[in-house]
């Protein structure tokens, strides 16, 4: 392992059900510490279950994965909670707010889950909202929010711990042109500021425009170079 890597999959296969093709096959990939990966494939290529993996909501069936330094296949299940709340942030397609909760305490969830003091936590998801250009709006509740709103709340919440790691699931997927590359334009300046960053996305566009790299799946495995996914 490069010690820049701040991912590091070996040999990894992910079967779901015995008998049927398995959804990763031996891959091995690394993303290097301030580094932006797209990832990129057809429906069913194995996108999310990569995703999954290095976030440490699934475990391979074969493989090891290592993120910030950490072997995380074979963490327990409290272990891996602790894991992902620390070192990793996750942005979801359609958001994932809690509808009965204000911004502000979205974006304060993962650090009461950390532990965090209240104290440190209020002041850095303040500092996240401005960041993010919705401070006005810490006390409403997501339903009264644009979509655009929402994703930028959404990322907010995934920073709030200050992780290593910024994974994003079609970040822009629900969203309109425009919004989207607003999103890809925030999501570049993270980086600049140097945030590791892995996006799966669809968007061939907003791969070429904002990711160093694109990491291409087909059938759970990585595809050749030149090889359209």
């Known amino acids: ?29 690394d993303v290097a510490a301030g580094e932006v990966a797209a990832v990129m494939g057809p429906s069913g290529s194995g996108k999310s279950t990569l995703l999954n993996l290095i976030a440490g909501l699934d475990r391979p069936t074969e493989g090891t994965v290592t993120v910030a330094g950490r072997r995380i296949d074979n963490l327990s299940e409290s272990g891996l909670a602790r894991f992902r709340a620390r070192h990793v942030g996750i942005i979801f397609q359609f958001f994932n707010l809690l509808d009965d909760l204000t911004v502000e305490d979205n974006v304060l969830l993962p650090a009461q889950l950390a532990g965090a003091s209240r104290r440190v936590a209020r002041a850095r998801a303040g500092e996240l909202l401005e960041r993010m250009g919705i401070e006005q709006h810490r006390d409403d509740y997501p339903a009264r929010l644009s979509g655009g709103q929402r994703q930028r709340v959404a990322i907010a919440r995934a920073l709030v711990n200050a992780p290593e790691l910024l994974l994003a699931d079609e970040p822009t997927g629900a969203l309109d042109t425009a919004t989207g590359l607003a999103i890809g334009r925030l999501l570049q300046q993270l980086n600049a500021d140097g945030q590791t960053l892995v996006l799966v996305t669809h968007d061939a566009a907003l791969a070429d425009r904002y990711a160093a790299r694109t990491i291409r799946l087909l059938d759970g495995r990585l595809a050749a170079a030149g090889v359209a996914a």
């Open 1 to 29: 392992m490069g010690q820049d890597d701040l991912i590091r999959l070996d040999n990894v296969t992910k079967t779901y059900q015995a008998g049927a093709p398995p959804a990763l096959a031996d891959l091995s990939m």
